[in-house]
């Protein structure tokens, strides 16, 4: 998570309104004061600006599906995770040397920001 937002700061999107930030608390009153004050009440805002111009109001809407879907993620976010690797491990140990160039699956050298950043970059000009 920190990885990501600190990439999204060094490469902004373009044409937004405010920087994307995350609050992570497993605090379920914090949670629901924050998706008040920061979801919310900004969506109603918007969409009497919206509906006063005479277009058809969303964000709320929007906010909604994005209330429901946090919380249906909220679990795996909080919780850790161990996976068991020995598997791959006596794999990789099984694997004859000349194979092991071809068919490698070693992620040890790989940089995981380099990574966040091409995914992010990718996003980014997704057309």
């Known amino acids: 998570m920190n990885i990501l937002s600190s990439i999204i700061k060094e490469t902004p ?5 405010w920087v994307p930030n995350t609050i992570l608390t497993d605090n379920l009153l914090i949670f629901y004061v924050l998706t008040i004050l920061l979801h919310i009440l900004p969506a109603i805002i918007f969409d009497s600006v919206l509906y006063v111009s005479g277009r058809r109001p969303m964000l709320l809407k929007l ?30 140990n099984s694997i004859s040397p000349n194979d092991l160039e071809e068919f490698s699956f070693d992620y040890t ?19």
Not at 13 to 17: A, C, D, G, H, V
Not at 69 to 87: C, G, I, L, T
Request: contains cysteine.
């Open 63 to 92: 906010m909604r599906r994005l209330y429901v879907a946090n919380r249906a993620v909220s679990y795996f976010s909080f919780h850790e995770r161990k996976f068991d690797h020995e598997n791959r491990l006596n794999l990789l």
């Open 109 to 127: 050298s790989s940089d995981i920001r380099e990574y966040c950043r091409y995914v992010y970059y990718v996003f980014l000009n997704f057309n």
């Open 13 to 17: 999107f373009e044409k937004t309104l």
